[in-house]
């Protein structure tokens, strides 16, 4: 299969995708979605190769974060390998990778190495916690960023201990930051001439990700505590009983506190003294939140969320996936995107969800298998056949 790309916004820029699991494939799906020419470089089944880190190669997780790709297969323990590799460094615009530092440098594959081979190639690294410094050799988890990061100390109830984020989001933050950072570097290259290396971390990205939380330590000094299902700032601002389930209800401002009031027949609180104003609504949080799901649970959730909304208060039903992708706004976004898999035959996925009017993105092909466009590469690179057989014959590929 030759490159199919799923836009024509990057289809001019070749990639090397070195990476495993999460963060790193994160990025590189950025740029196959928009179109690059992806190339997926795996060790050969003989050495070690097949599920490893990131699962099955049919799973759900696997076929999602490698869409868009070719795939070889290439041993880089091996000179031959090695040097196939930098054959294709010359060839590349952009590598990501997200090994540790010492391993990059015994496997010839350091940023030094391959920007001497081609000093335009853009080379993007995802670490757990930085390229250097005291942390630089130890394994990057996500769980690990966010408790380090500082978010699992704002996450969950008060007094109940810290809560991890129930999605990966220092390894999902940490890939779309790195392939933000990518982008930037090949705009920048197109005035210098001079490829660079982008860095970043699971543990940068999620400390960059709490925002206004380290910016009120930072600028004021105050820490964030855990404030539960409750807006830190905007209150009244969480998470309500119905008579049916649950919903969100985001009262930010005066002039959305008297909408609310008024939208749900509570007029009278407008002239309760400790609600007058937002700095009395956040020293009586507690007692005014009782009051507000004590009224709240006389209705439905479609109730509220369509009385509301009508009103001007911003309000929403909490959902579980399938509920999700049920929604009728959600339908009509078409984010879910058909596409057919090797594996798993006639599969659904979430696509892009940036739309640029000339230049869309729309999937267009499955994950490849493992080694699918080995020998494909290989002659793009110029190897004629006779040698591609000799590197497989010797697990080179």
Same mark, same amino acid.
């Given at each position: 299969m030759s490159h199919r790309p799923a836009s024509s916004a990057l289809s001019r820029f070749k990639v090397l995708d070195l990476t495993r699991v999460r963060a790193g494939p994160t990025c590189v799906r950025q740029l196959a979605d928009w179109g690059a020419d992806v190339i997926k470089i795996e060790v050969p089944e003989t050495e070690g190769g097949g599920?490893?880190?990131?699962?099955? !190669?049919?799973?759900?997780?696997? &076929?999602?974060?490698? !869409?868009?790709? !070719?795939? %070889?297969?290439?041993?880089?323990?091996?000179?031959? +390998?090695?040097? %196939?590799?930098? !054959?294709?460094?010359?060839?590349?615009?952009?590598?990501?990778?997200n090994y540790r530092p010492d391993v990059k440098h015994r496997l010839k594959i350091d940023y030094e190495t391959l920007s001497a081979i081609n000093p335009r190639l853009i080379y993007g690294s995802i670490s757990g916690f930085g390229q250097s410094g005291p942390y630089a050799v130890r394994p990057g988890f996500d769980q690990i960023a966010q408790g380090m990061g500082g978010l699992m100390s704002i996450t969950g109830l008060p007094g109940n201990g810290p809560v991890r984020v129930g999605i990966p989001i220092a390894d999902l933050s940490a890939g779309i930051f790195c392939a933000t950072g990518i982008l930037v570097a090949l705009l920048e290259r197109e005035v210098s001439g001079k490829g660079q290396w982008v &860095?970043?971390?699971?543990?940068?990205?999620? %400390?960059?990700?709490?925002?206004?939380?380290?910016?009120?330590?930072?600028?004021?000094?105050?820490?964030?505590?855990q404030a539960g299902n409750n807006h830190p700032t905007s209150i009244p601002t969480g998470v309500f009983k119905t008579s049916d389930g649950y919903i969100n209800i985001a009262v930010a401002g005066q002039a959305i506190w008297e909408r609310f009031c008024k939208a749900i027949e509570a007029t009278d609180w407008l002239e309760e003294p400790d609600y007058k104003t937002p700095k009395l609504r956040s020293t009586n949080r507690d007692k005014l939140n009782a009051v507000i799901e004590a009224r709240i649970k006389q209705a439905s959730s479609k109730h509220w969320v369509d009385a509301l909304n009508k009103a001007g208060v911003p309000a929403g039903p909490i959902y579980n996936m399938d509920e999700v992708f049920a929604d009728p706004q959600v339908r009509h976004l078409e984010l879910v995107e058909k596409i057919h898999?090797?594996?798993?035959?006639?599969?659904?996925?979430? +696509? &892009?969800?940036?739309?640029?009017?000339r230049t869309p993105s729309r999937l267009t092909s499955s994950p490849p298998n493992a080694g699918e466009h080995t020998d494909e590469v290989l002659r793009e690179l110029g190897y004629d056949t006779g040698t591609i057989a000799g590197f497989h014959k010797n697990g080179v590929v």
């Open positions: 599920e490893g880190l990131g699962g099955p !190669r049919e799973g759900s997780d696997f &076929q999602n974060l490698h !869409r868009g790709k !070719r795939a %070889i297969s290439l041993n880089l323990k091996s000179a031959e +390998g090695v040097e %196939i590799l930098h !054959r294709l460094v010359k060839w590349t615009d952009v590598l990501v990778e &860095q970043t971390s699971l543990l940068e990205a999620q %400390i960059f990700m709490l925002d206004f939380q380290n910016a009120r330590w930072l600028m004021d000094g105050e820490v964030p505590k898999s090797t594996l798993r035959g006639d599969t659904q996925m979430v +696509g &892009q969800p940036v739309t640029l009017s």
